[in-house]
């Protein structure tokens, strides 16, 4: 199908965007180990009370490493912009993948598997709020992992871990709507990789 041709290449656009983003976060790193080699950092002045330049530091090597901290600083948020289109993108088109998919098998999905997990929490601008998940969605599948082999948390926080920049797909109920998503768990400003909570359904909620 070409949604799903289209899916496929949009997630392997946000993925080498991620794996760009790691890249210039590692050289941030290696540069800023250069200004505390130096005990600077990207505001202190490097002359001295007479103006001439510092002779406690090497100067042009802070100079280079402030100019090029400055450019991938704009890379990095350039970068995290596309990625935040990206991923909107990737989550329209699984949206889509949804409703081209016939009725038929959303309703053979829906006898066949039931929610064991509930979302009782979802934090602003996380992975999971721009994925589309929302408080009291009730969790079909979460990658690998349904009512039939889940046992305890630790087996979605095991999954998690180790698909960090990597799509994982989720299906949920909604009320009477079976929906498909696609979660890419990574760091973001808030804790954990996804930015939400899940808790186990008992059978008699079920």
Not at 72 to 100: P, T
Request: some cysteine; charged content about 30%; aromatic content about 4%.
């Amino acid at each position: 199908m070409v949604v799903d041709m289209e899916l496929q290449e949009a997630k392997d656009y946000v993925l080498q965007l991620m794996k760009d983003k790691d890249k210039i976060e590692s050289d941030l790193e290696d540069l800023k180990e250069i200004l505390d080699a130096n005990h600077v950092s990207m505001d202190d002045t490097l002359v001295d009370s007479e103006g001439y330049p510092r002779n406690d530091i090497d100067v042009y090597q802070v100079r280079h490493a402030r100019h090029r901290i400055i450019c991938l600083r704009n890379d990095h948020r350039a970068l995290m912009e596309k990625i935040e289109e990206g991923l909107h993108r990737v989550h329209a088109l699984a949206g889509n993948q949804v409703e081209n998919s016939s009725a038929t098998n959303s309703t053979q999905d829906s006898v066949q598997l039931e929610p064991f997990l509930r979302v009782n929490l979802v934090s602003p601008d996380s992975p999971a709020e721009i994925t589309g998940i929302q408080v009291d969605d009730l969790i079909l599948e979460f990658g690998s992992i349904d009512c039939r082999n889940f046992k305890s948390l630790k087996d979605i926080g095991t999954l998690v871990q180790n698909s960090r920049y990597k799509p994982i797909n989720v299906k949920i109920k909604r009320g009477s709507n079976i929906i498909a998503l696609t979660l890419i768990p990574r760091p973001w400003v808030g804790n954990g990789l996804l930015g939400c909570n899940v808790i186990p359904i008992e059978t008699v909620e079920r």
